[in-house]
DNA sequence: TCCGCGTGTTTGTCCTGGACAAATACGCCT
DNA sequence: AGGCGTATTTGTCCAGGACAAACACGCGGA
């Protein structure tokens, strides 16, 4: 049966909380031991792997090399200053840019002063407006959170105190912009992630920039199962599923799962992806939205293009 | 390397899409066939397991079952009459009569109407007052939509639908109630939930009880590694560590959590804990509170012991 | 009658080592 | 340089065995 499995109980975690923390398939990981050597974790009594806290810090390194490209078999094994020379080079290549933003956040976080961190972010959206702050200026800030956590710059419940206060933050002034006198109207759109993606920033800065174009609105929360995603759309008769995705979400699980939505509802139905995933790829039904700023001109898009069709009856 | 994994191209699924829609572990899958002779898929021309649609259903039921407390030994293979059976059996022995309150939200959720529910639920706020609102008719909108899930009459996206909506109303008070006049002071309370427990609900009218009694409070959100917490606890120098358990979550994890994290902060930090998990006891150093509506007291002692300490001081 | 406790059964998760197809890299020919 | 067939890499699946935690059951004492 289950053990306690507490994620970090004396630095030594089990394949399955190894699995949770890394995104990284039970599979994967004794298929990388059996193969490269690498992780090498400890055996319990039982002959269980138990993982050290170091070896779970190079799986998290090992992801994203893996994400960004690189073959498993030519970066598994080899020393941390290696994976960080690489991981450097590419984020020297990267567009990179944590604004100033982005440092005056971190620098609270560091600081632990929530209350700080909150007045910022909202003196942020005031100042930028909603659009710019969930389009550009958010997706920014989230980046450098979770940079400089995987860099073990941050700890975990500092990341936590982020998402809280950003969420606060941005939900108060998504509900502002609904109350504001801007009349809804369609496409009525439905948000959510797949089951592995807890992931809710993503998703409230979509949902933020819908809500600016005037868009009939629903939010079922994250991770909610396929099917239910399919039920809710004809439930609500939407026109527009909206999914979010992170880096975190296997592309292979991301993909399989908007196949299978995509079978489960009438292809009336828009289904638009998002998100830091970077291996999403458009496929037949299925839109890929690179970055929030494209929401609004495809809402637009679709607008123009149902008007055509109400005209042609 | 995976396959495409249409996981209803038609209608046969591949295991790894079993385990995304119902929830079943691989693993749990593969031993059910094993030891019941119940999934018992068909396979491709690489013996790879192709499930019929018909079997993922029964397999929903029989997750529906084994959370409901049967047995797996006592239920999987038998036929699906028995199951709907055993169902309807659980239905009819639940408890349940739910308020007034409950009754229109119920409707409303049956009917999809995410504004109408928005609104009924800040009505509500707005005529009970935040305390009575999160100690009393919160709870028990909960629960009855809980109880609703569980016998069927509400599908998963419904009661996602009325988590964000009870979320968002809630929140939107708790930052009204903050930046009324009340000034701020101690105790300075710490806010999450264990890994396992991914409710967010018992926390947000937790963190609106004490948000009214003026304290200092600071979220994690929910499912923070139980050393993350220690360490928030000791950055933020918080007074008590609010903890909710619903009653998803096994009562031993529960109580083995509440040890570790007994054992990894300082004695003077205290440690509350509440929510609808049963089996929940007082232990020395953790403060149990049964009920919401016991915050605001127990809030009223720790300050006079504090004002009492500082005066012996 | 009810509760606490030791014993036996059930159950989920982990293990090893092998297999294969999809994805990717490589060498060859035009 | 660019298209194409072959070789390597890689993730996921399989079988069947093992074990500890969770659970049910029966016994003895208050």
Redesign the interface.
Known sequence: MTN?D????SRLMSIAAVERDCGLPKDTLRVWERRYGFPKPLRDHNDERLYPADQVATLRLLRRLVAAGHRPGRVVGRPDEDLFALLRQIDSQAPRSVGGEGQQVLKLLEA?D?AGLREVLNAMVMRAGLGAFAAEIGPGLAEAVGVAWSRGEL????E??F??QF??VL??AI?AAQGAGVPRRRPRVLF?T???E?HALGLLMAEAMFTLEGCLG????V???????A??AR??EVDILALSFSSMIPV??AV??L??LR??VPSTVEIWAGGACAGLRPKPGVRVLRALAAIGPAVTAWRACEDGRIAQV
Chains 1, 2 share one sequence.
């Open positions: 306690i507490a994620p970090d109980s632990y929530a700890e975990i419940h500092q936590h105190l998402t809280e969420t606060t939900r108060s509900n959510s797949f089951p592995q807890p629903i939010s079922l929360g991770q909610t199962p396929i099917p239910e995603i039920a809710a439930a609500h292979t699980q399989a799962g196949s299978e079978a489960l």
